[in-house]
């Protein structure tokens, strides 16, 4: 059986709070890039479903991701690679994914999801230490 490989990047969400998908101005902190390999279908590829395969990987205690970054949740974001320099983008709903532009994220900098995560929490807690 032939197979075809997909690369995706993940991005988690520090603005929605787990309560809706992706929208214009959501700071988006870089995640996971990684790929799946799924069986070739001569037809194409339904990326909705390619979508749910990637959050089911993302949500298992064994994800590759694990040790570095929270599970996928309500509001981040899954950029497949469908070819060339293109990249399609789903963020995460409540029930399902919905196609987003990326041209309206913010990216947080640094270089890990956890240098990232610190930076958030300092900026929305006007600092001070996120121990306690």
Not at 64 to 71: K, L, R
Request: some cysteine.
């Amino acid at each position: 059986m032939t197979t075809d490989t997909f690369h995706y990047r993940l991005h988690h969400n520090a603005d929605s709070h787990y309560m809706r998908g992706f929208a214009r101005g959501d700071r988006l902190l870089r995640g996971y890039r990684g790929s799946v390999e799924v069986p070739a279908r001569p037809e194409g590829h339904d990326l909705l479903g390619l979508c749910s395969l990637i959050f089911a990987r993302h949500n298992h205690d064994d994800r590759p991701d694990g040790q570095q970054a929270p599970s996928l949740s309500i509001g981040d974001v899954i950029e497949v690679h469908v070819g060339g320099m293109r990249w399609d983008a789903y963020t995460v709903e409540p029930v399902g994914f919905r196609k987003v532009s990326m041209d309206e994220a913010k990216y947080v900098p640094g270089a890990t999801y956890l240098e990232q995560a610190a930076l958030v929490y300092e900026r929305d807690t006007g600092g001070g230490d996120a121990q306690g």
